[in-house]
């Protein structure tokens, strides 16, 4: 990550599942919302989009993982060098360390949607682990940094561990379309900041940052707050979008079954109109 595209590739990463989950809760709470009380059956396209989501988790955490180690100067699955009595490029142990416990909630994931036998919120229970890990990890990293450098990882930190606690209490209060959206809104928020990190760190053009100048952390605190308040608009209007198109399409499928009823109701009693008077 020592490097712009190092933090815009799991920012693009975590931008794209913060979007996913925001459409994925919202159609499964409209399919919730939509059928008769008591009845729980798990509709099929909610299944084959959880076999996607935990798929491209697996994908994305066994790719991470191979380009943290067999990058060019990578440890190449070298931990210490007995030689000069040193450890390995522990930074990209670390991130792939991250990397492995987000696979690990993909395998979760498909598990439970495989089978009734694994408990019910182990998906949720794996993904909030993976998010504490990342930010059990991330805390430990800024350490002997420049202030600027360190503040500003340490902001993303909010995010990782409030997307934890989030998924962690989804593991207890199941079908919460508030948690769900939160959870996607973090992710998000997430996403935008590991971008946000790489301009300030290393910027594509223009002067680079003073990351001692005390102003500067108090305007990247304050541009936070602006990420934080772009990602729960970009949730709510994503949410409002995918919500009215359902009832749009929703609406006319009941117009269309409403017109059928009445024209057979309308040929049968046409119909018997027809025998009657044949009879007579």
Same mark, same amino acid.
């Given at each position: ?10 920012? &693009? ?20 919302? &939509? ?26 955490? #066994? *790719? ?46 498909? +598990? ?7 408990? +019910?919120?182990?998906? !949720?229970? +794996?993904? &909030? ?28 930190? *909010? ?12 593991? #207890? ?20 900041? #590991? ?34 308040? *772009? +990602?729960?608009?970009? =949730?709510?209007?994503?949410?409002? =979008? ?18 059928? !009823?009445?024209?057979?109701?309308? &040929? ?13």
């Amino acid at each position: 990550m020592a490097n712009f595209g190092g933090h815009a590739i799991p920012g &693009s990463f975590f931008l794209l599942l913060g979007f996913w989950l925001t459409v994925k809760n919202i159609l499964q709470h409209y399919w919730r919302t &939509s059928q008769p009380k008591g009845r729980q059956i798990t509709p099929p396209f909610s299944r084959r989009m959880n076999y996607i989501e935990g798929g491209l988790l697996i994908f994305g955490a #066994f *790719v991470g993982i191979m380009v943290e180690q067999f990058v060019v100067d990578g440890p190449h699955a070298h931990l210490y060098d007995t030689e000069h009595n040193s450890w390995v490029k522990l930074m990209n142990w670390q991130h792939g360390t991250m990397y492995l416990f987000f696979g690990i909630s993909g395998i979760a994931l498909v +598990a439970s949607t495989a089978s009734k036998l694994v408990p +019910a919120g182990v998906d !949720r229970l +794996a993904l &909030s682990v993976a998010l504490f890990v990342e930010g059990f990890l991330f805390y430990y990293h800024v350490h002997m940094r420049p202030p600027l450098d360190a503040h500003i990882h340490s902001l993303l930190l *909010v995010a990782v561990f409030a997307g934890s606690a989030s998924t962690m209490l989804e593991v #207890f209060i199941r079908d919460n379309i508030i948690l769900e959206l939160l959870r996607g809104c973090l992710f998000i928020l997430q996403g935008s900041w #590991f971008y946000q990190i790489g301009f300030v760190l290393y910027p594509l053009s223009g002067p680079e940052w003073d990351l001692t100048l005390h102003d500067n952390i108090m305007f990247i605190t304050m541009c936070f707050c602006w990420h934080l308040a *772009v +990602a729960l608009l970009l =949730v709510a209007c994503i949410s409002s =979008v995918v919500w009215f198109t359902l009832k749009r399409f929703s609406g006319r499928g009941q117009d269309i079954e409403i017109g059928m !009823r009445k024209t057979t109701s309308n &040929s049968s009693s046409q119909k018997a109109l027809l025998e009657e008077s044949e009879e007579e």
